[in-house]
């Protein structure tokens, strides 16, 4: 049974950083690229980054380039999301989400339960 | 960066009801076009992906066509436990853009 179990989120100032994890099993960690997904409150879904299987290709959402990070250590099976200068505009629920495949075609075929970033000082 | 727009962004429907939501995106996106379907306070589940494959374990009455610039998802005679909110993603280019959503009620 597929699982991703995402931790990390909690309440930062404006400007902070903080790291979201995600913990994956149930299926072959190596082989699947992976997403982070955002929902700021009562709004729709917003994709933020994606990393290729063996962890060497990333690509980012323009609202969040050059301040998060996406990284992967397949060894543990986790994910990562690095989340630097943070705003009021990244409040959200950050999901984990695993891609099908690879990179480019392929959908998102599981989504971990979420954890939620809340930016206010 | 590739738009997505959804229409209508909201629906009334009653149960046995036949709905259909549109997505449209700003260019064409081969079939790299998936559905989701979220139930307030979960987590998104995939129903179709690539314009028109259902993915496993979801019931048949959900149906997805198109191509390029113009897809549908389509539920055949709507259930209790289908009202909730439908987005599509494009997965063709980075970034992998959602629709906004429409909100089945």
């Known amino acids: 049974e597929v699982q991703l179990l995402e931790s990390g989120g909690g309440l930062v100032q404006p400007g902070g950083s903080l790291r979201l994890s995600c913990a994956a099993s149930g299926f072959l960690f190596g082989s699947c690229a992976m997403n982070w997904v955002r929902q700021a409150p009562g709004k729709g879904l917003e994709w933020v980054a994606i990393i290729n299987g063996r962890g060497q290709t990333t690509y980012y959402a323009d609202s969040v380039q050059g301040r998060f990070t996406i990284s992967r250590d397949n060894s543990k099976n986790t994910l990562y999301l690095q989340l630097n200068s943070l705003s009021a505009e990244d409040t959200a629920v950050y999901y984990c989400a695993k891609s099908d495949m690879g990179l480019y075609g392929d959908p998102i075929d599981f989504w971990g339960q979420g954890t939620l970033v809340a930016v206010s000082s | 960066d590739i738009q997505m727009t959804q229409s209508p962004s909201s629906l009334s429907a009653s149960v046995g009801d036949r709905v259909t939501i549109t997505c449209r995106p700003s260019?064409?996106?081969?079939?790299?076009l998936h559905w989701y379907q979220q139930i307030p306070g979960k987590a998104p589940k995939l129903l179709i992906w690539r314009a028109s494959r259902l993915q496993s374990g979801v019931p048949s009455r959900f149906s997805g066509s198109g191509s390029g610039t113009e897809f549908t998802l389509t539920i055949t005679s709507l259930q209790p436990e289908d009202f909730a909110t439908y987005f599509c993603?494009?997965?063709?280019?980075?970034?992998?853009?959602f629709g906004p959503g429409t909100k089945v009620d």
């Open positions: 260019q064409t996106i081969n079939s790299f």
């Open positions: 993603q494009q997965t063709y280019n980075t970034p992998f853009t």
